[in-house]
């Protein structure tokens, strides 16, 4: 019976660890993909507050 226990307590620590290792590893990769989205809307809106400044030197 004791083995039994000892085994399932066993089993209950791996999958934990697991699935704390996965959502680390999920936050990590978030993190990763979400670094070149970033990159490029700050590249949009600065090419964006260009045109902008020339269509207003237009007006003027």
Avoid at 14 to 21: D, K, N, Y
Avoid at 27 to 45: M, N, V
Wanted: net charge positive; aromatic share 14%; proline share 2%.
């Amino acid at each position: 019976m004791e083995v039994l226990f000892g085994f399932l307590f066993f089993v209950f620590i791996a999958v934990v660890s697991i699935g704390t290792f996965l959502s680390i590893a999920e936050g990590i990769l978030y993190l990763l993909l979400s670094i070149p989205r970033k990159l490029k809307e700050r590249k949009i809106r600065k090419l964006n507050r260009k045109l902008l400044k020339k269509r207003l030197s237009y007006l003027t």
